[in-house]
């Protein structure tokens, strides 16, 4: 079956933790690993990973990518209520996405 | 200009009505997307457009109806809605249908059916 899933669901931290979400993936037609914030409105990019075992980094946030094994996480460092967010962990192949369900963060002050 | 935009940002309808969102890119990418995103839901894709012509078509009801008048616009023509037809409707392109995983997501119209 052509699945992403992501763990935890859903996520409640405070301010300062760190935090690593989950995605594991169908390997049928992967060509990339892709991460999005998405709040209240259209999903933001965050990572694009087609390598595995080279790690992303931008600012707080970093992915990594597993081919082995199938999975990729996102950490997010030193965690601010701007990081509560919807993350979306996305399968990438030639003409189409597939979406996980996406974990629900939320950061209290 | 990597900026997908799109009109309405909100749009309140009913049921007999018609109506029409629009988006817009100028990016040069020749493949643009619509995805339907029900609250706490990932998107789902709805219509792929390649080259100004449809290529994909999930199954969506005959009362979206997709355009694409040019290589920079993309409509999607509503008429005779249900409430479930309720939320946000996300219009993204990318360079053609072969990078797909290079989409750019423009910011959303939410749609509520009465």
């Known amino acids: 079956e052509d699945k992403v899933v992501q763990s935890p669901l859903s996520l409640v931290v405070h301010e300062g933790d760190t935090v690593t979400l989950n995605c594991s993936y169908e390997?049928?037609?992967?060509?990339?690993l892709l991460w999005y914030k998405q709040e209240k409105k259209a999903p933001t990019f965050l990572f694009m990973l087609t390598s595995s075992g080279i790690e992303k980094k931008s600012g707080r946030l970093s992915s990594i990518l597993d081919k082995k094994e199938l999975f990729s996480i996102l950490n997010i460092t030193a965690t601010q209520t701007g990081d509560s967010a919807v993350y979306l962990c996305v399968r990438g192949s030639a003409r189409q996405l597939t979406f996980g369900s996406g974990t629900q963060l939320t950061v209290l002050p | 200009d990597t900026e997908v935009t799109q009109t309405p940002k909100h749009l309140v309808m009913g049921m007999t009505n018609k109506k029409s969102l629009k988006c817009e890119q100028h990016m040069g990418h020749r493949a643009m997307y619509w995805y339907k995103q029900k609250a706490k839901k990932p998107p789902e894709l709805m219509f792929v457009y390649s080259y100004e012509k449809l290529s994909i078509n999930e199954s969506v009801p005959s009362r979206f109806s997709p355009e694409c008048p040019n290589s920079s616009l993309l409509n999607l023509h509503l008429h005779a809605l249900q409430p479930e037809d309720s939320a946000l409707y996300l219009c993204?392109?990318?360079?053609?249908?072969?990078?797909?995983?290079?989409?750019?997501f423009g910011p959303g119209t939410r749609l509520t059916v009465l």
């Open positions: 390997v049928t037609n992967f060509r990339s």
């Open positions: 993204a392109s990318s360079q053609d249908e072969e990078f797909t995983d290079t989409q750019y």
